[in-house]
């Protein structure tokens, strides 16, 4: 049996939990790896919310957001992608794999989206195989 | 008069730097020993030895600092016997209570410290390529015990309970003196926190755009303080000098800004904060204007591991857990 990876998502409720509810409405199939969480915005989750997810064993974590321009808060997204992009670089600078890591933007109408997003994240996390926490590589 | 508060303090793997800062407080310190007796001050002060050290009762000495991180086996011993040795013990200056500077050692091997340290280093001459070793025989008949270097640097609170935290590299006198009173007067907060005023070094600072009734606007251009030399009284981060400032303790009274030099996080995180450098990410890209200069800030910091974790890397989540022992 191939490894089935954890993957913390944090979705902004405004779309990509809406997204997520529309890949089940549209009966899309896909992983049973992605624990969702609710966040008001992307722009709410700090990256120690990364971090401490990935010290507690996830082996992947998804911060999906509006498209910019569709901020629900006018400009949160735009704070994420910066925070994101710089974090990004902090993971990799102090020797973790940035590629357990990722931000998307998925609107409340890209069900199929969401859906082949952790598809391909959960292939992708197969690969890298379990978070070193656990005594991976 | 009271019983004097017997005091100690230790040097762990610091640059005793604390100890000159406590020593600041200059004559405020003679009034100080009226309450306190000294009876450890080691390596750097008074002249007891660690064989004294581990001859004291348990708990016999009321209050004792460290300074310093734990970098190698003696650090550790010595750490632990002061533990013991003491009722209440402090964490003094940002390695004592976040690793400091040493702890982003833990970005390098062991080999890549030791061959700079000893070997690349331009003013270093060691023709025969010796390191450091736990073992050693010297001219055939002293046998040596050094201490081994540890795999990793740790805080004090990593290896023993530690009630109380100071940040500072290192701790303003003035605070030293403050922090000399509260414990004089017993007035101390509840064990596990930081001694601290609580306010951010931009409550303490003089430029901060709302002092001057001033808009603080997104940052549209990274500098380092190599490119040129800021405006005395803007706020740096205004200017984009990015500066630490929002989420370090003030209390240094913002003594780098005073000198227009930006905060770069000594102090320790405000209350609140878990983990220092993922909220310097977060407050620094919250201050950007855009993703252009978001990489702009990336590639004029060429490490941002190192740039946000500066003094506080070992207490960090992503040294702690996420990265343990992958390069050693």
């Known amino acids: 049996m191939s490894f089935s990876p954890n993957i913390v998502g944090f979705a902004c409720q405004w779309c990509t939990y809406a997204g997520a509810d529309l890949a089940g409405n549209l009966r899309c199939k ?3 790896t992605i624990k969702l969480i609710r966040v008001p915005c992307s722009g709410s989750v700090e990256p120690e919310y990364v971090l401490e997810s990935l010290a507690r064993g996830a082996d992947g974590v998804l911060i999906g957001g509006c498209h910019f321009g569709d901020c629900h808060y006018k400009e949160g997204n735009y704070k994420t992608s910066r925070r994101m992009t710089i ?4 993971i990799e600078d102090a ?7 990722r931000l998307e933007w998925i609107s409340g109408a890209e069900g199929k989206r969401f859906a082949e997003v952790v598809e391909e994240f959960t292939r992708e996390l197969q690969e890298l195989g379990p978070n070193p926490v656990k005594g991976g590589a | 008069m009271a019983d004097k508060i017997k005091f100690g303090f230790l040097l762990a793997g610091g640059c005793a ?11 405020r310190l003679v009034d100080a020993l009226d309450h306190l007796e000294v009876v450890f001050w080691a390596p750097t002060v008074a002249d007891v030895k660690y064989k004294d050290l581990e001859a004291m009762e348990d708990g016999f000495i009321d209050l004792a600092f460290v300074d310093g991180m734990v970098r190698n086996t003696e650090n550790e011993h010595t750490v632990k016997v002061l533990r013991q040795k003491s009722k209440t013990l402090v964490a ?8 400091g500077i040493a702890a982003l050692g833990d970005m390098h091997s062991k080999e890549e410290l030791f061959n700079q340290a000893y070997k690349d280093t331009f003013s270093t001459d060691n023709p025969e390529g010796l390191l450091p070793e736990p073992q050693c025989l010297w001219e055939g008949k002293y046998d040596l015990t050094l201490p081994a270097f540890t795999k990793r640097v740790s805080t004090i609170d990593q290896l023993v309970d530690v009630d109380y935290y100071v940040g500072g590299c290192p701790p303003h006198h003035d605070f030293i003196f403050q922090l000399i009173q509260a414990v004089v007067s017993g007035n101390l ?4 926190s930081w001694l601290t005023s609580g306010k951010a070094v931009c409550d303490i600072c003089k430029r901060n755009p709302a002092e001057h009734d001033q808009q ?9 303080t190599v490119d040129g030399r800021p405006d005395e009284d803007k706020c740096l981060l205004q200017q984009g000098y990015i500066c630490f400032g929002p989420v370090t303790q003030g209390d240094c009274g913002a003594s780098c800004l005073n000198v227009n ?3 770069r996080g000594c102090g320790g995180p405000i209350p609140g904060v878990k983990d220092y450098g993922a909220r310097c990410v977060s407050m620094v890209a919250s201050s950007l204007k855009d993703d252009q200069t978001a990489e702009k800030l990336i590639s004029k910091f060429n490490d941002m591991a190192k740039f946000c974790y500066r003094y506080s890397y070992s207490s960090g989540i992503l040294n702690q857990k996420l990265t343990p022992g992958n390069k050693v």
């Open chain 1, 30 to 32: 896909y992983p049973p």
């Open chain 1, 87 to 90: 974090l990004k670089k902090m």
């Open chain 1, 95 to 101: 020797g973790f794999d940035p590629r357990r890591f």
């Open chain 2, 17 to 27: 730097g604390c100890e000159t800062a406590l020593v600041d407080i200059s004559e």
């Open chain 2, 92 to 99: 003094f200056g940002a390695c004592a209570s976040l690793g």
């Open chain 2, 189 to 192: 907060p509840p064990k596990g």
């Open chain 2, 216 to 224: 603080r606007l997104p940052i549209g251009e990274v500098f380092r």
């Open chain 2, 261 to 263: 030099i930006p905060c």
